[in-house]
Structures are given as structure tokens and as C-alpha cells.
């Protein structure tokens, strides 16, 4: 195995850390290796369960170890919005991002509303999704745009209250109607009005006053880029994981695209020019594009800095190290230590290795300390 050397990238010998701070890093990949450093975490799961029930469940069980769980919304067989809160409500416990692996390879028009629409409406739930660039660069111009909309209209939200104060008394005998409600409109309104309904002369109804008021309240914080809270290195061992996670807060509001530039099946077609072009499209959209799924770093240029996610990653069973791995069905595995140190990748995505294992949660820890392990070496931090 060979180390890096000065041939190589400056991302191959850069901290997690060190790269959040980067000029042409964008606000979500800035929080995510963040979130990386603070977790000592390169694990991103792959999610190949079919019931909202495994979904959650392999969530809780790995959540402490991944930095990003990715999904495949439509292989849910019961997919809802309980799905989508589940999810949500423990991505915000465990400090994970959700990468929802859709592909998308399609026109502008339909892969705009194959993001924000239909039964899954990926755009309000993933922060991370990825498409092919079979189509041309166009595509992420579209999806960018559809994103864009989608942090707009979270942004704005709009509050409408109606109530109706009761009539002035008749009598001690009659009854005072009182009402008053509360609804959520997505229209942008704004002031009240106050209006008197009056029955038909003659008939012998009461008076009330109806008064409806419509506020407008615009958070800016996600469409700007977020101010990240930062941390001297050798605070991370003064300071607990917690405490650490928490001065984090939440990841802001924003959605970013991986391009496919690389795959990890047998004969895949995603090769040279193709691979180049991806890395071409993704410097014209950097303030969209994260990085790539590929199966070594692409960051050439100075200015470079996006990050690698590689599936294919798996370890052989214990006592049998230097196994080569593979499912019969094309799929090639690679080792942490590979994807990690040997081609300067970022992200190990892992899949069966964990989801398949008699226990998960010890599974994916191992998976999580061969994938610092091989980082640490990568970037030279002295193991003690």
C-alpha cells in the first residue's frame, strides 16, 4: 500500500476538519465534516431494509456510528409521512445526514418533479441525493433550481388565525357562541381584517365580530450560508462527543447533489471521458455539487475540494483478512483501508456487511474504527 505523497492532492493530508474551512466548501458539506470530525466517523450505512419498522430500527441501532444513513425511499413498501418523521426525529438524535440514493438520469422538467413530488418528495426530507449526468449538465441546473424552491418555501411560513368574539347579551338566559381556530396556509398573505356578520333582518340570530389575522414569518438562515460553529483540535479531547455535537446544533436547511462519476459493479461503464465530465459539471456547480460517488478522489485542481462517497466496502470476517469479497452479482468489495488510504476517498458506504450482520450495532463500530484508523494514517495523526 502506498501513502500519499506530494504528487498527491493537498485533501489526501488535509483534516475532516481542516476542509470544512475551505473557501469552496459549501455551507451542508461544511457541517458534515464537521459533524465527521466531532463523531470520528466515516461511515455512511446503506439502508437496504423494505419496512419503515427495519428502517428505523437499523437507524437506531447505528446511528452513533455513521455520519449519513442512505435510503432507497422506494424500496420502502409502506413509505408515509410516519416514515419521513421517524426518520427525520432520529437523524436530529443520532446527529446523521440522510442521503436518499435516487439516481436521478432523467430531463429537467421530470426530474424536478420527481424530487419535490409524487409519494416521496425527496427534496423535503434528504439533505443529499445524486443523479447521473447522462442527460448533460442541464440536469443539475434543474435539480439545483428545484432545491432552491424547496428552501424558499420552508423559509416562509405563513400563520392564519380566526376567531369570533361573542355578541353583546340579550338576556341571562341565552347562550354565548364562541369560536376560535388555527390553520397553516403555504399562500403568501399578509394583514387581518375584521368584518361584522349579521343575519337577515328579520330572523332572530345573534351578531358576532370575526376577526382573521395573517402573519408571515421568513427564516434566512438556511438560504445564506450558516456561520458553523468551530473547535481547536485538541479540544475534541477536552470536551465531550456530546457537548461537541450539541454547539453543532442542527444541519441547516440545504440540499446538495452527488454526481455518479464511478461505480463499484463489474464492468460499469462510468469510465474516462465520462468520469471527467462529471468532474467538469461539478466545478460549474460547486455551490450545489458536493462531490462525487466514485471509487478514488477526483479533486485535481487547487481550488478542488469535494468529497468522495465510495460504496463497495466491506471486511472480511474475523480471521480471514485479505479475503477477496464479492455477492456474484457483479459487485466488487474493497476493504476501508483501500477506499480510505490507498485511493483517498472520504465516505465508506457499507451496505450488507452491517445490515446482514447477527448484530449491527457492534458490526458497524467495527466498520467505523477501520475506516478512522485508515483516515488517521492517511492524514499522519500519531495513534497513541
Known amino acids: 500500500m502506498t501513502a500519499p505523497t506530494p504528487s498527491h492532492h493537498p485533501t489526501w493530508t488535509l483534516s475532516y476538519r481542516e476542509r470544512a474551512s475551505h473557501t469552496s466548501t459549501g455551507p451542508l458539506a461544511s457541517y458534515l465534516l464537521r459533524l465527521i470530525s466531532i463523531k470520528k466517523t466515516n461511515l455512511c450505512l446503506s439502508a437496504d431494509v423494505e419496512t419503515t419498522a427495519e428502517l428505523l430500527q437499523l437507524a437506531e441501532e447505528v446511528g452513533d456510528s455513521i455520519c449519513i444513513l442512505k435510503t432507497h425511499c422506494d424500496v420502502i413498501t409502506d413509505w408515509s409521512e410516519r ?7 432520529l437523524a436530529r438524535k443520532k ?19 420527481q424530487y419535490t413530488s409524487g409519494h416521496y418528495r425527496i427534496a ?18 434543474a435539480l439545483h433550481q428545484a432545491a432552491t ?24 338566559n341565552e347562550d354565548e357562541d364562541e369560536e376560535e381556530v388555527a390553520v397553516e396556509s403555504p399562500m403568501e398573505v399578509e394583514g387581518s381584517e375584521e368584518q361584522r356578520l349579521s343575519t337577515p333582518k328579520g330572523m332572530d340570530r345573534k351578531c358576532s365580530v370575526v376577526s382573521i389575522s395573517t402573519t408571515i414569518s ?14 481547536h483540535p485538541d479540544e475534541a479531547f477536552n470536551v465531550d462527543i456530546a457537548t461537541l455535537l450539541s454547539r453543532l446544533g442542527e444541519p441547516p436547511y440545504l440540499r446538495s447533489l452527488l454526481l455518479l462519476a464511478e461505480m463499484s459493479s463489474e464492468g460499469h461503464l462510468l469510465t474516462g471521458e465520462y468520469t471527467s465530465k462529471c468532474v467538469e459539471i461539478a466545478r460549474s456547480n460547486r455551490e450545489f ?38 455477492d456474484g452479482l457483479g459487485q466488487q468489495y474493497n476493504t476501508p483501508r483501500c477506499i480510505i488510504y490507498d485511493k483517498g476517498c472520504d465516505i465508506i458506504i457499507v451496505g450488507r456487511g452491517i445490515v446482514n450482520a447477527p448484530n449491527r ?12 484508523k485508515a483516515y488517521e494514517e492517511r492524514v499522519g495523526v500519531k495513534r497513541g
Open 83 to 89: 416514515t419521513v418523521k421517524g426518520l427525520r426525529d
Open 149 to 172: 424552491k424547496t428552501i424558499e418555501k420552508y423559509n416562509t411560513t405563513v400563520h392564519t388565525e380566526i376567531s369570533a368574539s361573542p355578541p353583546p347579551s340579550r338576556g341571562h
Open 124 to 141: 423535503q426530507w434528504a439533505e443529499i441525493t445524486n443523479a447521473h449526468i447522462l442527460p448533460g449538465p442541464a440536469i443539475v441546473t
Open 361 to 372: 450495532k457492534v458490526e458497524a463500530e467495527r466498520y467505523r474504527q477501520e475506516g478512522w
Open 218 to 231: 421568513t427564516r434566512t438562515e438556511s438560504i445564506s450560508p450558516r456561520p458553523q460553529p468551530d473547535f
Open 95 to 113: 446527529f446523521f445526514l440522510v442521503f436518499e440514493d435516487r439516481k436521478f438520469a432523467d430531463i429537467g422538467g421530470t426530474v424536478q418533479k
Open 289 to 326: 455539487v458536493m462531490g462525487f460517488i466514485a471509487q478514488r478522489s477526483l479533486n485535481k485542481e487547487h481550488e478542488d475540494n469535494f468529497l468522495t462517497m465510495t460504496p463497495g466496502c466491506q471486511l472480511p470476517p474475523p480471521g480471514q483478512e485479505g479475503k477477496k469479497l464479492g
